[in-house]
């Protein structure tokens, strides 16, 4: 039975024009993928945006969708456009003009993982690079696409909430700079996929609860924020990046001991977005 590219979860009632969702979060690493891959397991997880589907899955507690990945970022990239194809990694591709996260490795198909290990010896085929397009990134979009048109319809608006997680930065890991690193930066094309005034809301959420926010910088958004953004719509999409040190150890990719603290915070917060999109309880 193939394994699906997916999991969606629903409120007993969708109470929010609120989506949540997490591309990056899948974790099934078959076989045939470890043995083409010259990387362990390990290794590659390097890329995954590891448990953000755990803190994130309680939003339907609060009214509100969560879709997740169900295949690790290291085979399929859901926030890449399925045009984004790197010539050094599958083969038969010719190369035009590539952005700079085909350049570095990181299109639909990557070619490294997020510490610039390669993942292949040689190249995969054009065909299977197809393959794994049409099996998991064409789904994933189907029921995004579908969520969001079906929340616009409903709520005269749709907020995509795109989750993610980002490591300790190199700029901020002197012991003296470490507090400035932010702990969730906000991306919305700055201002391209996303209202302000929703954007203002959840930075204020964040803050509240004694979080440091950043906007834009070095995450601004990428092919979820890009496509499924159209403010002049009333459909926005915002990305959120985490700090992983909040919750986990980065090296080991396990749970440090404030992962239950900060899932409760994380919690309420999602609640409070969820409210954000409640359009007869506008927050306030």
């Known amino acids: 039975m193939p394994v699906p590219s997916h999991n969606i979860r629903f409120p007993e009632e969708q109470t929010t024009a609120v989506i949540f969702a997490s591309p990056h979060s899948g974790r099934y690493y078959h076989d045939d993928f470890l043995n083409r891959s010259v990387l362990d397991k390990h290794t590659l997880r390097s890329s995954e945006d590891a448990f953000v589907d755990d803190l994130v899955c309680q939003s339907i507690k609060f009214g509100a ?3 997740k990945a169900v295949m690790p970022r290291a085979y399929i990239d859901l926030n890449r456009g399925s045009d984004e194809l790197d010539p050094a990694v599958i083969s038969g591709i010719v190369s035009r003009s590539r952005n700079n996260r085909i350049s ?3 299109g639909v198909i990557p070619r490294v993982v997020g ?18 397009i049409l099996n998991y990134w064409r789904p994933y979009h189907l029921v995004l696409k ?7 319809k409903k709520f005269g ?3 995509l909430i795109d989750c993610h997680s980002m490591p300790t930065l190199p700029n901020y890991s002197g012991s003296k700079q470490l507090q400035k690193m932010p702990d969730i930066i906000l991306g919305d094309r700055f201002g391209g996929s996303a209202d302000k005034d929703i954007v203002d809301k959840i930075e204020s959420i964040f803050v509240r609860e004694g979080f440091n926010v950043g906007k834009n910088v070095p995450f601004s958004g990428a092919f979820i924020t890009k496509e499924y953004g159209i403010p002049s719509s009333n459909r926005h999409a915002l990305q959120i990046e985490i700090r992983r040190s909040l919750y986990m150890k980065e090296e080991t990719l396990c749970l440090n ?6 899932k409760d915070i994380f919690g ?8 954000i999109g409640e359009i007869s309880k506008p927050v306030r």
Do not use: C, V, W
């Not at 510490?115 to 794994?132: L, P, T, V």
């Open 257 to 262: 001991d404030n992962f239950n603290y900060f």
């Open 115 to 132: 510490n610039g290990k390669e993942i292949y010896k040689g190249k995969i085929s054009q065909a299977e690079a197809e393959i794994r």
């Open 104 to 106: 570095s490795g990181l």
């Open 157 to 159: 608006t749709a907020i």
């Open 65 to 67: 969708p969560f879709l």
């Open 268 to 275: 309420y917060i999602l609640g409070q977005i969820a409210k």
């Open 146 to 152: 579908k969520l969001m048109t079906e929340t616009h």
